[in-house]
């Protein structure tokens, strides 16, 4: 996610490696993507600007770039900067706008200003030369017959917009994230939910460059549930992509959030029916009061009148008798559908739970069970070429992990298919199982009823490692017999209940679980 926010720390960061640095030489790497090499203190960087709409980014890369393309507009870049000293690098604003403000030394003319302005807005992502505000040459060129020109000889003007600077946020003025995003520049949906939870100022709060592992997913903040990785640098978060095994999972992680968010917009819709549903319960009252208001019952009117004196609105071409049986039809409508709307929820929320769950599954997914997650996720309308046509269920048996460690064998599930299948059909009755309390996980089955304090620490680290909690500290792990586990019939996906539980609090070594993992 790149916002205003991102932009302010790599401004900072490019201004630490770059400022006062001679701008060398500028190649074009594709069609919107260039390479900017600075020479400092014996030193040659390389800086990448691309203006793709989807990768749309500026960092300081390591790697060697291959292929080089010619343009007019790289002609011009070159003409005007090669040999200029990078004065500073400024953002915009709170906006997702850097300038890199350069000063060039002509022998007639001295020290002359100029800018290269990289506008990161998504697919309208540009890249611009000015000089004393006026656009010598743009990637991107746009014309319209009011509004922003973006050609050259054109006056430039930034991106027209009525929002404040992140700078000085007023809580008292705003009530949701929401407001946030629409009130503040460069504010993203996902940088206010932050700030509306923690309620600081923008520069106060300390970055942390994060991706996520599994959907490939980045920030300058460490918020993902996934496995992820931390980078000392945002320039080195912004060059990693992710590995094509990594990139594998995108697919079902965006089906799966997409469902998510369907889901809870229904449960806010049929949370607003059940109110209006428990409103209409209030016609009773009315249709009472009408019959108890000594009122003949033949007489048509257009309202009647409460002690305290609110008002009952009626239809004036009916009668009382006729108004007062509407009520009660209405009321009698809201009774029924309150039964209704109830179950839906219900319903709702264990599709809720259910994607929550395939989300935890795709947070320590490999290669194998990928395979029967997309399986799963094709009965709830989920496509993927790969995978389109999907296997008989039971054909084969789901592809277990399996630590084993002497004469006991940990036996992990990975998703609903392989965690039923070891749990009802591979498991003896008095083996162990172990799954993270309350959140999403793997099923865990240790062959044996004796656990020793080895044993039951490495099974519930294990349980904790494959599970969404695999990030925190101290995670609850509840373990039991086989035969205390009893599947619920009726509920989407596959629902354990179980008793006799005992509860054990763990941290995870990652080291030791990498030396368990080598053991398969």
């Known amino acids: 996610m790149i916002d205003g926010f991102l932009i302010r720390h790599l401004v900072a960061e490019l201004n630490n490696e770059l400022q006062k640095a001679r701008l060398e030489k500028i190649i074009q790497l594709s069609s919107f993507s260039f390479g900017l090499y600075f020479y400092h203190q014996g030193k040659r960087k390389l800086l990448i600007i691309d203006l793709s709409p989807e990768h749309f980014r500026m960092y300081l890369s390591k790697k060697i770039p291959q292929e080089q393309l010619s343009s007019q507009v790289l002609s011009t870049f070159k003409k005007h900067?090669?040999?200029?000293?990078?004065?500073?690098?400024?953002?915009?604003?709170?906006?997702?706008?850097?300038?890199?403000?350069?000063?060039?030394?002509?022998?007639?003319?001295?020290?002359?200003?100029?800018?290269?302005?990289?506008?990161?807005?998504?697919?309208?992502?540009?890249?611009?030369?000015?000089?004393?505000?006026?656009?010598?040459?743009?990637?991107?060129?746009?014309?319209?017959?009011?509004?922003?020109?973006?050609?050259?000889?054109?006056?430039?003007?930034?991106?027209?917009?009525?929002?404040?600077?992140?700078?000085?946020?007023?809580?008292?003025?705003?009530?949701?994230?929401?407001?946030?995003?629409?009130?503040?520049?460069?504010?993203?949906?996902?940088?206010?939910?932050?700030?509306?939870?923690?309620?600081?100022?923008?520069?106060?709060?300390?970055?942390?460059p994060t991706r996520d592992l599994i959907t490939g997913k980045f920030y300058v903040l460490d918020l993902f549930s996934n496995e992820k990785k931390h980078y000392p640098t945002i320039s080195e978060m912004l060059e990693d992509e992710p590995s094509k095994e990594q990139t594998h999972y995108q697919s079902e992680a965006f089906f799966i959030e997409k469902q998510i968010k369907k889901l809870n917009n229904k449960k806010e819709q049929l949370s607003e029916d059940l109110d209006k549903a428990h409103l209409g319960l209030n016609a009773k009252s009315?249709?009472?009061?009408?019959?108890?208001?000594?009122?003949?019952?033949?007489?048509?009117?257009?309202?009647?009148?409460?002690?305290?004196?609110?008002?009952?609105t009626l239809d004036p071409t009916?009668?009382?008798?006729?108004?007062?049986?509407?009520?009660?039809?209405?009321?009698?409508?809201?009774?029924?559908?309150?039964?209704?709307?109830?179950?839906?929820?219900?319903?709702?929320?264990?599709?809720?739970?259910?994607?929550?769950?395939?989300?935890?599954?795709?947070?320590?997914?490999?290669?194998?069970?990928?395979?029967?997650?997309?399986?799963?996720?094709?009965?709830?309308?989920?496509?993927?070429?790969?995978?389109?046509?999907?296997?008989?269920?039971?054909?084969?048996?789901?592809?277990?992990?399996?630590?084993?460690?002497?004469?006991?064998?940990?036996?992990?599930?990975?998703?609903?298919?392989?965690?039923?299948?070891?749990?009802?059909?591979?498991?003896?009755?008095?083996?162990?199982?172990?799954?993270?309390?309350?959140?999403?996980?793997?099923?865990?089955?240790?062959?044996?009823?004796?656990?020793?304090?080895?044993?039951?620490?490495?099974?519930?680290m294990l349980a904790a490692y494959f599970s969404s909690m695999r990030e925190s500290s101290s995670i609850p792990v509840d373990y039991t017999k086989v035969k205390h586990i009893k599947k619920i019939p009726g509920l989407p996906g596959y629902k354990v209940s179980y008793k006799n539980q005992q509860t054990i609090y763990i941290d995870i070594d990652f080291e030791k679980i990498q030396r368990y993992l080598n053991k398969v």
């Open 81 to 208: 900067l090669e040999g200029a000293i990078l004065n500073s690098v400024s953002q915009y604003l709170s906006d997702r706008v850097i300038e890199l403000n350069l000063i060039m030394n002509d022998f007639i003319e001295g020290p002359i200003q100029k800018k290269l302005i990289f506008e990161a807005m998504g697919k309208h992502s540009n890249l611009l030369l000015i000089q004393d505000g006026i656009i010598i040459d743009t990637v991107k060129k746009m014309f319209f017959e009011t509004g922003r020109q973006l050609l050259p000889q054109a006056t430039f003007t930034y991106f027209p917009s009525d929002k404040l600077p992140f700078d000085s946020i007023d809580y008292q003025n705003v009530e949701t994230p929401k407001e946030l995003v629409n009130r503040y520049m460069g504010v993203s949906p996902v940088l206010a939910s932050y700030l509306d939870q923690h309620k600081v100022q923008v520069s106060d709060i300390k970055i942390c």
């Open 286 to 312: 009315i249709a009472d009061f009408i019959y108890q208001s000594s009122i003949p019952l033949d007489q048509k009117m257009a309202s009647l009148t409460y002690q305290d004196g609110s008002i009952i």
């Open 318 to 460: 009916k009668t009382l008798n006729q108004n007062a049986q509407d009520y009660y039809k209405r009321y009698q409508k809201s009774k029924r559908s309150i039964g209704f709307i109830q179950d839906q929820i219900s319903q709702n929320q264990e599709m809720i739970q259910l994607f929550q769950d395939f989300q935890g599954f795709l947070s320590f997914a490999s290669m194998d069970s990928i395979k029967e997650l997309d399986q799963e996720l094709t009965q709830y309308g989920y496509k993927k070429a790969k995978h389109s046509q999907t296997p008989k269920k039971g054909k084969n048996k789901p592809n277990v992990l399996r630590i084993t460690d002497g004469p006991i064998i940990y036996t992990i599930g990975k998703n609903n298919l392989q965690n039923e299948y070891i749990t009802h059909e591979l498991a003896q009755k008095e083996d162990m199982w172990f799954h993270v309390k309350d959140a999403p996980g793997a099923h865990l089955i240790v062959n044996t009823s004796q656990l020793t304090e080895d044993i039951l620490r490495k099974a519930a």
